[in-house]
């Protein structure tokens, strides 16, 4: 048994799972996503480069990744620890931060709104989507890369002392490219030999979420400890999601805030609204997954901070709960989903 066993690891060290509290387990405090840059619509471009006005809050909630600037969270600790300060206050206990290499994470900056706020921070090892993998990260063998990631969550990553408590967002596109695949098979070999949470970004087709899960099966990953993340914009039909639900993940639905027209990554996704992703809940826990269901906000964006007009970290506690409660899913199924299954989701083996 290793020292991590039966223990969640925090940027501030092990604690006991009972501490957790409500878990929001897809978030992002600091990090940079100018490999999502998309050029604003035609006509636009002005708007995009002077997008902090009370006038421009709607066209910046459609065009969240036409503007440069509102894509680098990194700019915000001020306004992350007021966040961290009310989620707290709304209830929360514990934020997974899900940023891995390719998206400027930054763990001292994490170690310092943990002590700043007392919300518990949980960091995330391994790395994103293919187009942000160095040279050097796609000439690495499986076994090198599987050594990096258990480093990150026995030693600390990116030259400090602080560790990963979870691996991923593995970042996977679709088709999953070679690059991917080797990471993929990479953090099952390192869940295989830690024990730990994974958390995967599947890329975006209905099929996508199978096809990881059937890789990481094949490298002797554990299914029922990995969280399949952003189902809301990956899988539509009741039928395939039950498909999907049967092979054994935790289903993530973690865009709660997000509503756009135009969903810029694939044009052919209709991105759900809140009420709809509560009723997929709802779907979900008639069927027998009440077990399996997590949620969080994903935010990674400026304009979704409160700072700036946005429904913040708290959105969930606040708004998405109530409503829950009015479609049919009782208080002690929200209790799983944001206390019990991320406890048993975290909890090294
Ligand atoms: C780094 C944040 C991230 O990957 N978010 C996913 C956005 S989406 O693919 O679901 O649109």
Same mark, same amino acid.
């Given at each position: 048994?290793?020292?991590?066993?039966?223990?969640?690891?925090?940027?501030?060290?092990?604690?006991?799972?009972?501490?957790?509290?409500? /878990?929001?387990?897809?978030?992002?405090?600091?990090?940079?996503?100018?490999?999502?840059?998309?050029?604003?619509?035609?006509?636009?471009?002005?708007?995009?480069?002077?997008?902090?006005?009370?006038?421009?809050?709607?066209?910046?909630?459609?065009?969240?990744?036409?503007?440069?600037?509102?894509?680098?969270?990194?700019?915000?600790?001020?306004?992350?620890?007021?966040?961290?300060?009310?989620?707290?206050?709304?209830?929360?206990?514990?934020?997974?931060?899900?940023?891995? /290499?390719? +998206?400027?994470?930054?763990?001292? &900056?994490?170690?310092?709104?943990?002590?700043?706020?007392?919300?518990?921070?949980?960091?995330?090892?391994?790395?994103?989507?293919?187009?942000?993998?160095?040279?050097?990260?796609?000439?690495?063998?499986?076994?090198?890369?599987?050594?990096? +990631?258990?480093?990150?969550?026995?030693?600390?990553?990116?030259?400090?002392?602080?560790?990963?408590?979870?691996?991923?967002?593995?970042?996977?596109?679709?088709?999953?490219?070679?690059?991917?695949?080797?990471?993929?098979?990479?953090? &099952?070999?390192?869940?295989?030999?830690?024990?730990?949470?994974?958390?995967?970004?599947?890329?975006?087709?209905?099929?996508?979420?199978?096809?990881?899960?059937?890789?990481?099966?094949?490298?002797?990953?554990?299914?029922?400890?990995?969280?399949?993340?952003?189902?809301?914009?990956? +899988?539509?039909?009741?039928?395939? %999601?039950?498909?999907?639900?049967?092979?054994?993940?935790?289903?993530?639905?973690?865009?709660?805030?997000?509503?756009?027209?135009?969903?810029?990554?694939?044009?052919?996704?209709?991105?759900?609204?809140?009420?709809?992703?509560?009723?997929?809940?709802?779907? %979900?826990?008639?069927?027998?997954?009440?077990?399996?269901?997590?949620?969080?906000?994903?935010?990674?964006?400026?304009?979704?901070?409160?700072?700036?007009?946005? *429904?913040?970290?708290? *959105?969930?506690?606040?708004?998405?709960?109530?409503?829950?409660?009015?479609?049919?899913?009782?208080?002690?199924?929200?209790?799983?989903?944001?206390?019990?299954?991320?406890?048993?989701?975290?909890?090294?083996?």
């Amino acid at each position: 048994m290793s020292a991590l066993s039966g223990k969640v690891q925090t940027v501030l060290g092990l604690v006991d799972p009972d501490q957790l509290g409500r /878990t929001m387990t897809h978030e992002h405090l600091v990090m940079g996503f100018e490999c999502s840059y998309t050029p604003p619509p035609p006509g636009d471009e002005a708007v995009a480069e002077n997008p902090f006005q009370m006038q421009h809050m709607h066209w910046l909630r459609q065009n969240p990744y036409s503007c440069r600037e509102n894509l680098f969270l990194s700019q915000e600790l001020s306004a992350l620890r007021d966040e961290l300060l009310a989620y707290r206050k709304a209830g929360g206990g514990t934020i997974v931060e899900n940023t891995t /290499t390719g +998206i400027d994470r930054d763990l001292p &900056a994490l170690r310092q709104l943990a002590k700043e706020t007392g919300v518990h921070i949980i960091a995330g090892a391994g790395y994103y989507i293919d187009s942000t993998h160095t040279e050097a990260t796609r000439k690495m063998s499986v076994e090198k890369l599987t050594d990096s +990631i258990v480093s990150e969550v026995l030693h600390g990553a990116d030259g400090t002392d602080i560790r990963c408590g979870v691996i991923g967002e593995i970042g996977t596109c679709w088709p999953i490219t070679e690059s991917e695949k080797k990471v993929l098979r990479a953090t &099952a070999n390192a869940q295989a030999q830690l024990g730990c949470p994974v958390i995967i970004h599947p890329g975006r087709d209905p099929a996508a979420p199978a096809e990881v899960v059937r890789i990481l099966q094949e490298s002797g990953g554990d299914i029922n400890k990995t969280v399949m993340s952003h189902l809301d914009r990956t +899988i539509f039909d009741e039928g395939e %999601l039950l498909e999907f639900a049967n092979m054994g993940s935790y289903l993530e639905y973690d865009l709660f805030g997000t509503e756009m027209l135009n969903y810029p990554f694939n044009l052919k996704v209709d991105m759900p609204s809140d009420s709809q992703r509560v009723k997929t809940l709802a779907f %979900l826990v008639k069927e027998g997954y009440e077990d399996k269901i997590l949620v969080a906000h994903d935010i990674h964006t400026k304009n979704r901070l409160t700072k700036f007009g946005g *429904h913040g970290y708290s *959105h969930i506690l606040k708004n998405i709960v109530p409503k829950m409660l009015t479609r049919g899913i009782a208080q002690h199924q929200v209790d799983k989903i944001l206390i019990d299954n991320p406890k048993r989701w975290l909890t090294f083996k």
